[in-house]
């Protein structure tokens, strides 16, 4: 089995930008939908985005949408996040996950989980 493995978590400014970059040695992106969720400290995890293997299409969570943008690089096998006007609310830890159905919102639909990058937004 292939490892999950997030990587571009930092400390930013808010209204800055950051990439996260999600990678795994064992499977083939394309044949999977890839999904980042976030959570707080004190919060329940929170779906961010999705990228379906199936019909390709992205699906964003509302408190994202026009801000973050989720795309693959199917030479590279990565799938990555790209953050924009980053704000304080938006602090977590970011996970990657994969599964083999179309997209989703819940995270119990997906079967494959890295294990964080931490985001920090300061204000």
């Known amino acids: 089995q292939g490892h999950l493995v997030e990587s571009g978590g930092a400390l930013v400014q808010a209204g800055g930008s950051l990439t996260l970059s999600c990678a795994d040695s064992?499977?083939?992106?394309?044949?999977?939908?890839i999904a980042w969720f976030r959570q707080a400290p004190g919060k329940e995890r929170e779906f961010v985005t999705c990228?379906?293997?199936?019909?390709?299409?992205?699906y964003y969570s509302d408190s994202v949408k026009g801000r973050f943008t989720v795309s693959r690089d199917i030479a590279k096998n990565t799938v990555s996040l790209r953050m924009n006007a980053l704000k304080p609310e938006d602090t977590a830890v970011y996970y990657c996950?994969?599964?083999?159905?179309?997209?989703?919102?819940?995270?119990?639909?997906?079967?494959?989980w890295g294990q964080g990058t931490q985001v920090t937004v300061s204000s």
């Open positions: 996950a994969a599964h083999q159905g179309t997209g989703s919102r819940w995270d119990t639909d997906y079967n494959y």
């Open positions: 064992g499977r083939t992106f394309a044949s999977y939908t």
């Open positions: 990228i379906s293997s199936g019909s390709g299409i992205t």
